[in-house]
């Protein structure tokens, strides 16, 4: 009797060890998301001005803040990736044809399309057009805060919006707007670019928080010398074609004035030696002779021409960052990008032309920059992008493919 | 402690019901949280085949619950009062920052008392208090899912006053009214991103305060909602070996009615900008943007959101059917199989109304009726002391889209082991171990919203219970 007890007793117990069994170990892997190419990138985040951003023909949109080149990196990177998007049509709306003054959303009550809903949870592009080095730390007053640093960032520094998104890895193109400002404005000096210390001290200090945030590698880039973008020509391009835009101002208006360059910019004077911002030459001067008055280019007396000792100051500044900068990566094990030797690369394949283009206002200023001459065109952004590629796989041996 | 000779029964029954009633009320108040919503370890000796039983309850007046025509045949009183121990640990893994945050419940114990009392041979009555429905889950205030709740409960307690008959020689039936006592609580934090600008439609989201910014924490409370349902079984002596049953528990609609409270939480967002540039309008310059919220919460400005006020809301607590069969394979070895559907599409969403309309919001459930199988074994090792295992399968109520921090579910297995001791006539202890082992299943922490994935992250779940229940015979 106990005999036969004891045997069901058995097969009643294995019957429970089974199915206990039967509950372990039900791993699935389709429940988690598919690994980036490299657990370095499991959270990319960038730092940045309008470049980053995404800023092209003065103004902003969500299609051109998907064609900047942290976003085309991120891709490569097979890592999720939020920019802070705005509705269509931006904020303000990129320009259509410089040229033209009634352009796209300027006729138009929308001023300014607000940020696109549903918000992602983490923004990861942390840039805002206007920062300079400062703003990584710094918001509201006393900073280069505008309608777009709220709409980014809404109250938060980019420092603070990157440690949020916990970044693995990181990149940072800052700097520009610390010299850019004096350079479009013409009146270059001591106290409206920002000093080498202090440059230092916030860069510093914007990077050991991301450290401290986790980060474990990243990609700097140096400072942009605003003297070999398409938005300065020589005062001599300007001597050199004032038939051709007397013709181009003619053609555009019947109220066209005159536009009279003076020998000042020759190449015997001081043609070879200035610099003239589009801001100026053509924004100021173009416009105001297309409305009808003459006016006059002179190399010598225009206070918005950059003179030698202006351009000697802007370029030996930007050489201070970037030896600043570039030790900063070395330091840290980070890739750096040498912008500059991209932007001589595209001066010297005629990708930035000496002089604006007015046979083609959709190239303007060239295909490697927009409408604007200050920021890169998509085409750029994707040669950064691929620029990055190359420097972070030869500083992380990672294997990150070229974007086609 | 020494047997004395036992005292005639009608000396012993107040005492027994007034021991029993003074357990009850202090289980009962504001513990009888149960995780997961459906709760069915109502007795620790049917807890231990897995809650099989439909067929072959437990002689301990559990029957209430487990089959309400199997009162029959019960001598004198009998009266059982136990507690289910539901030790739950969970946690969700973000996608994106691979964090893991853990369940913080503590061990939460879910009541029962039946008692019952042999009127004749063929007639039985009895009297139930159990919770079939409740759920609890607790996550730190600050988890990504807090916005959709972060310490959440709902009980429901089921009253049954039962009569159970036998029909014929072979078939008994029972049944009884159920009133039922709900609570529910909700725990939330409230996101800015989402709340329009004061005086506008424009969210402060869209002027770029970062997703999943607190800045007000809500608690939603309604207790005592009353609803009214009914509860019939039947079983059917086949063979002498075989034995049939089936139970059907009607849906219960609770209307809850309750108050919902605020206290602001610090966002340190420093000042906004003037923004009447880019909306159009004038805007007030907010002196910071806390100053500006703190208005909302002010219970003298008549036009404030968050402040005390009504809340109502309803939940359906679903129907169960039950159909099973025993099979007695020797004469100390019975094994049952119970099959049970519940009707949780009954739980198709949740709308939360508030006195201040701006605030009501409605909550897509849209569960789905599930399935549950329950396997179970019995084994007489000795007069005295009885063995018991068990496994069950059920599946799922939740579909992907509404997998919460409120009730992070899934497909369950659960196996179980329990013990039966006939200590004297007069007491009897049954004890259970159960394990509830829970699929991994995605899930999300974030509001449904078109251009956002539907699930965010990985919930995983488990739990140990305990249930001892004591049956005095009288």
């Given at each position: 009797m106990f005999t036969l007890r004891s045997r069901h007793l058995t097969l009643f117990l294995g019957l429970l060890v089974g199915s206990m069994l039967l509950l372990a170990g039900c791993d699935d892997d389709t429940l988690t998301p598919p690994p980036v190419e490299d657990e370095l990138f499991d959270r990319y985040v960038s730092l940045g001005n309008s470049i980053t951003a995404g800023f092209q023909s003065n103004g902003i949109s969500p299609a051109t803040q998907q064609a900047a080149y942290p976003v085309l990196l991120a891709e490569q990177m097979g890592t999720a990736f939020n920019a802070p998007l705005l509705n269509a049509p931006g904020c303000p709306p990129p320009i259509t044809n410089p040229l033209d003054s009634a352009d796209a959303g300027n006729g138009d009550d929308v001023v300014c399309a607000l940020r696109d809903t549903p918000l992602p949870a983490q923004v990861n592009n942390t840039a805002v057009p206007g920062a300079a080095v400062n703003d990584l730390l710094n918001v509201g007053q006393g900073s280069n805060s505008n309608v777009l640093t709220q709409l980014f960032l809404g109250g938060r520094t980019q420092v603070e919006t990157a440690v949020a998104a916990q970044p693995t890895f990181v990149s940072m193109w800052i700097g520009n707007n610390d010299v850019l400002g004096a350079a479009l404005s013409g009146q270059v000096s001591e106290a409206n670019v920002t000093s080498v210390d202090d440059f230092t001290s916030d860069y510093t200090e914007a990077l050991d928080a991301l450290e401290d945030a986790g980060a474990e590698g990243g990609v700097l880039y140096g400072v942009a010398d605003p003297t070999l973008i398409p938005h300065f020509s020589a005062g001599a391009a300007y001597f050199a074609l004032e038939d051709e835009i007397n013709a181009a101002g003619t053609a555009l208006s019947s109220a066209w004035g005159s536009f009279d360059v003076d020998a000042s910019c020759s190449p015997a004077q001081q043609g070879t030696t200035t610099l003239v911002p589009a801001s100026y030459g053509l924004f100021s001067l173009f416009a105001t002779a297309l409305a009808g008055e003459d006016v006059t280019l002179n190399c010598a007396d225009d206070a918005r021409v950059l003179d030698g000792g202006e351009i000697t100051l802007l370029k030996e500044r930007v050489a201070a960052y970037n030896q600043f900068i570039q030790t900063e990566a070395q330091n840290r094990d980070w890739a750096f990008i040498q912008t500059n030797a991209v932007l001589q690369d595209l001066r010297d394949a005629d990708d930035i032309p000496p002089f604006p283009n007015f046979q083609d206002p959709e190239a303007f200023f060239g295909s490697a920059f927009s409408l604007d001459g200050v920021h890169p065109s998509s085409s750029t952004h994707q040669l950064i992008a691929n620029e990055t590629v190359d420097a972070i796989n030869a500083q992380y041996g990672t294997s990150l493919q070229p974007v086609e | 402690m020494t047997h004395r000779s036992t005292p005639p029964y009608w000396k012993r029954l107040p005492a027994a019901v007034a021991l029993a009633g003074l357990m009850l009320v202090l289980l009962i108040p504001d513990t009888a949280r149960a995780q997961g919503f459906g709760v069915y370890e109502q007795g620790s000796c049917v807890m231990g085949r897995a809650g099989a039983g439909v067929a072959t309850t437990c002689n301990d007046a559990s029957d209430i619950f487990f089959n309400p025509a199997a009162l029959t045949g019960t001598n004198g009183t009998t009266i059982s009062l136990g507690t289910t121990l539901i030790a739950a640990g969970g946690s969700f893994t973000d996608d994106i920052t691979r964090q893991t945050t853990d369940l913080q419940n503590s061990p939460i114990p879910a009541p029962h008392l039946y008692a019952s009392y042999g009127v004749s041979p063929d007639l039985a009555v009895g009297l139930g208090v159990f919770v079939p429905y409740g759920l609890a889950t607790e996550w730190d205030r600050t988890f990504d899912g807090a916005f959709e709740g972060y310490d959440n409960s709902v009980e429901s307690i089921y009253i049954q006053p039962t009569v159970s008959y036998q029909l014929t020689d072979r078939i008994s039936v029972g049944g009884g009214p159920t009133i039922v006592i709900g609570n529910v609580e909700l725990n939330q934090v409230a996101d800015l991103s989402s709340v329009p600008l004061p005086g506008s439609e424009i969210t402060f989201g869209e002027i770029g305060v970062p997703f999943h910014t607190a800045f007000a924490d809500s608690k939603l409370e309604g207790s005592g909602a009353t609803g009214f349902g009914g509860h019939l079984g039947v079983q059917v002596e086949a063979t002498d070996r075989i034995r049939l049953g089936a139970r059907f528990l009607t849906p219960v609609k609770l209307d809850y009615e309750g108050t919902a409270t605020f206290e602001q939480i610090e966002t340190g967002i420093p000042t906004i900008p003037p923004l009447n540039d880019i909306l159009g309008q004038p805007v007030t310059i907010f002196p910071t943007l806390d100053a500006l919220l703190a208005n909302q919460f002010?219970?003298?400005?008549?036009?404030?959101?968050?402040?005390e006020q009504d809340i109502e809301t309803s939940l359906t607590m679903p129907a169960q059917l039950v159909l099973g069969v025993s099979v007695d394979a020797t004469d100390r070895l019975t094994l049952m199989a119970d099959y049970q559907w519940t009707s949780w599409s009954d739980f198709d969403e949740i709308t939360l109304e508030f006195e201040r309309e701006e605030l009501t919001q409605t909550r897509q459930e849209n569960y789905s009726n599930t399935n549950a199988v329950r396997l179970g074994a019995e084994y007489a090792l000795t007069d005295a002391v009885t063995l018991r295992g068990g496994y069950l399968f059920n599946e799922a109520a939740a579909p992907d889209e509404v997998v919460t921090p409120l009730l992070p579910e899934n497909d369950r297995n659960h196996v179980t082991l329990g013990v039966g001791w006939q200590t004297t006539d007069f007491l009897q202890l049954n004890a259970a171990y159960q394990y509830l082992g829970q699929n991994d299943r995605r899930g999300r922490t974030r509001g449904l919203a078109e251009g956002r994935p539907d699930t965010n992250g990985l919930y995983s779940f488990d739990a140990h219970l305990f249930g001892l229940t004591a049956t005095l015979s009288l």
């Open positions: - | 002010n219970p003298s400005n008549e036009d404030a959101l968050f402040v």
